[in-house]
């Protein structure tokens, strides 16, 4: 069934334009209250938002929507996403929703949705709420005796932050570590810095002063420079930087070297392999995890599998295999031990672990292998041109030449009008001609049937 609302990862787009208005986020309440009611109990739902301004349009008209149907609102205010999943289990809440564009500009906002279990919810309920949500705005309003209430939880922070840190063995401390934390004038700007001080390190923190258009611009994991450049300039171990939401993390290590999720997962499933704690012998990542992953967890007799791109395909694997390591490369690790959706600032206290329990320089732990050379294209196209009988000629070509020694990926792009076009192997020029040769055969078939297309990206 075609999707009007929801994409991969819940509702998102231009604040104060369609999807991301205030009507729709009322709509957005209401159908997605009305199906998580049940039964008479006090029906209750989390709502956490990040820094951005338009957070102040879109959580009154999602507050209107609940209390309208007749669930009560707890407004945690901002706080990272995982906080958010991590209090509506906590709370008993019936749903959580967090109000989010995670590593976007300020200028996007997003509603995402999570299950009384925390976790985000399936295609199949994602669906069921928006066939409801063009309904009459009059349709399944509650009494008024009936009408929710709304208010705020004053130790929303507390709560987060002691979570957090028991996440971080009892018995070690970050005490003689200097440690940069970039916030991405964030959800996390608060929680983040107060979490490494009080485990003992020395803190050095940056985008912690969000003014509600400055949310990752020039800073977070999408722009780990910044972060890079001051852990070498005041002599640093460690830098942490998160995205918008502090769902994610890039890190880099004493030298200003950055650190992606590979590296992190190969890191913590190695460990957790040593200490027996490690469940469904292997990780779970995406096709776009790079094939040096793959080939250092088999030497450890792990295995990689892969999902589609997206950490809900990565979750809902691991919680049907049981895995308990998995994410993405962009820095998603999702360990279900602890919590159900991506925690960046939980998969850094689990580096830091293993850094404090080595005793060595970051650069000698959090580099467990050595990356395939890997090449990313894009065509602005849609999907049919991979249904052209060149492009299929070139593509099997493509595999032909890489052989056992690479990997080919080309896939159309979940969120825009783009193929992606992704090689790897131990050859960088051969992947390269791969890449280049695939995005040629892909702008002559749209070119063929006369549709514009736009450049390589």
């Known amino acids: 069934m075609a999707r009007s609302y929801f994409g991969t990862d819940g509702i998102r787009g231009t604040a104060n334009r369609h999807p991301m208005t205030a009507e729709v986020a009322l709509r957005v309440g209401m159908a997605a209250g009305r199906r998580f009611i049940r039964g008479s109990h006090r029906h209750r739902v989390v709502i956490g938002k990040d820094t951005r301004l338009s957070g102040y349009l879109l959580e009154p008209a999602l507050t209107a929507g609940f209390v309208a149907v007749g669930m009560d609102v707890i407004l945690a205010g901002p706080m990272p996403t995982p906080a958010v999943a991590m209090l509506t289990r906590s709370l008993r809440a019936d749903l959580g929703v967090v109000i989010s564009a995670s590593h976007n500009p300020y200028q996007d906002n997003g509603i995402k949705l999570f299950g009384p279990d925390g976790y985000k919810l399936s295609d199949d309920v994602e669906l069921e709420i928006e066939a409801h949500m063009d309904d ?3 349709a399944g309003l509650a009494e008024p005796e009936q009408l929710g209430r709304a208010q705020r939880l004053d130790d929303v922070e507390g709560r987060y932050i002691e979570f957090v840190k028991a996440t971080f063995p009892r018995q070690r401390t970050l005490d003689g570590i200097k440690i940069v934390i970039d916030c991405a004038n964030g959800a996390a700007y608060k929680v983040a810095p107060t979490v490494l001080w009080e485990l003992g390190a020395e803190v050095v923190a940056m985008g912690f002063e969000p003014d509600g258009f400055n ?68 990780v779970v990542a995406t096709v776009m995890s790079n094939l040096g992953l793959e080939r250092y967890l088999e030497g450890l007799g792990l295995d990689l599998v892969r999902t589609q791109v997206g950490d809900r395909y990565v979750v809902e694997h691991m919680r ?39 005793g060595r320089p970051a650069s000698e732990v959090l580099r467990c292998f050595e990356p395939f050379p890997q090449c990313l294209k894009n065509v602005r196209t849609d999907s049919r041109a991979l249904q052209d009988s060149g ?34 192997g131990e050859d960088e020029v051969l992947i390269e001609a791969v890449v280049d040769d695939l995005i040629a055969a892909v702008a002559s078939a749209e070119s063929d049937t006369g549709d514009e297309i736009g450049s390589a990206e």
């Open 136 to 138: 009459r705005l009059d």
């Open 215 to 282: 949310i990752n611009q020039g800073c977070g994991s999408t722009n780990p420079e910044a972060m890079a450049s001051q852990v070498v300039a005041h002599g640093a171990q460690l830098g942490v930087a998160l995205d918008g939401d502090a769902d994610r993390l890039v890190l880099c290590d004493e030298h200003g070297d950055l650190i992606d999720g590979d590296q992190l997962m190969a890191l913590i499933a190695a460990h957790w392999q040593e200490s027996g704690n490690l469940r469904g012998n292997g």
């Open 320 to 358: 049907s295999q049981g895995f308990n390591v998995g994410g993405e490369q962009s820095g998603h690790i999702v360990l279900p031990d602890y919590v159900t959706t991506g925690d960046g600032l939980i998969a850094a206290l689990q580096a830091l672990a293993v850094i404090v329990e080595a």
């Open 391 to 424: 492009v299929k000629s070139a593509l099997a070509a493509a595999e032909a030449r890489l052989g056992s020694s690479g990997r080919l990926l080309v896939r159309p792009s979940g969120t825009e009008p783009l193929i992606r076009v992704m090689a790897e």
